[in-house]
C-alpha cells in the first residue's frame, strides 16, 4: 500500500472535532484477531520532537523474527508545528511516520511506541495507522494506560489481561523482565490481545523495552544528536 497516497488521501490538519469523528469512523473498522498466518518481519517504529529544531524524527528498524536480526532501517525528518494535544498524537506524527514506514518494501507487523485500542475513542496510534496500512500492529507503553493497573507478579513474563467495557482484551501489564517495571501492551489492528503479549515478550529478551521499538528510537535520537 502506498503511504504517500494515504497521506493525500487522509485528512491531517483539521480541528478536534473532525478528528474525533474520523477515529469514531476508523475504530470501526478496527479487527482483534490474529490476521495473519506467520511473522517473519517485525518492523519498530521511534519517534522524536525536537523543538529547538521544529522537526519531528521517525525511525524505523525492521527486524527479522523470531531472531530478531536487524534487517533493514530507513529515517525521516521534516518540519512541523505539531501541538500535542492527548488523544490525537497520530495527527501530528501519522504523516511523517507513513514517510518513514514507506521507505521500507517489506513488513508483517508493526510495533509502535504508546497507544493502540487502549484509547477514550479506541484508536490510538497503532490502531489508526494499522487500520490505514491494512497491517498487523502493536503498541507498547512504558506509561500506565489504566488507573488504579493491576501489577503482575515479578518475574520475567508475567502479566495480566485488561479487558474493556465490554468484557473485550484491550490489553495487559506485561513484566517483559524480572526487577523491572512492567510496560503496558496493547492490540492495534489485526492482532488478538494475547497474541500481541506473545510477540511483544519474544521482542524483550534482554531488555524491558522490546527491541524494535528500543532499537527505532535509539536510531531517532542518534538523528539528532548527529545534526
Not at 478536534?16 to 498466518?37: H, M, N, T
Request: some cysteine; proline content about 7%; charged content about 25%.
Amino acid at each position: 500500500m502506498d503511504c504517500l497516497k494515504l497521506n493525500m488521501d487522509h485528512p491531517w490538519d483539521v480541528s478536534i472535532e473532525e478528528a474525533k469523528r474520523i477515529q469514531k469512523r476508523l475504530s470501526e473498522l478496527v479487527i482483534l484477531e490474529d490476521g495473519f498466518e506467520k511473522i517473519e518481519d517485525i518492523l519498530g517504529v521511534g519517534v522524536i520532537f525536537s523543538k529547538k529544531q521544529d522537526q519531528i524524527l521517525v525511525g524505523c528498524i525492521s527486524f527479522s523474527y523470531p531472531e530478531l536480526k536487524i534487517q533493514r532501517s530507513a529515517f525521516h525528518r521534516e518540519k512541523t508545528d505539531f501541538s500535542y494535544a492527548p488523544g490525537f498524537f497520530a495527527f501530528g506524527a501519522g504523516p511523517a511516520i507513513l514517510s518513514a514506514i514507506g521507505k521500507l518494501k517489506r513488513h508483517d507487523l508493526i510495533m509502535f511506541p504508546g497507544r493502540g485500542v487502549a484509547h477514550p475513542r479506541g484508536l490510538g496510534l497503532a490502531s489508526h495507522l494499522g487500520v490505514l496500512l491494512d497491517l498487523p500492529t502493536i503498541a507498547c507503553s512504558k506509561t500506565p494506560l489504566w488507573k488504579d493497573h493491576p501489577e503482575p507478579s515479578s518475574e520475567k513474563g508475567a502479566h495480566i489481561f485488561v479487558e474493556g467495557k465490554d468484557k473485550n482484551l484491550i490489553g495487559a501489564v506485561v513484566r517483559t523482565q524480572e526487577g523491572t517495571k512492567p510496560i503496558f501492551v496493547t492490540p492495534g489492528h489485526k492482532i488478538s490481545t494475547r497474541t500481541a503479549v506473545t510477540v511483544v515478550l519474544e521482542c524483550s529478551p534482554r531488555y524491558r523495552i522490546p527491541e524494535p521499538l528500543r532499537e527505532a528510537h535509539a536510531l531517532a535520537k542518534k538523528m539528532i544528536k548527529d545534526d
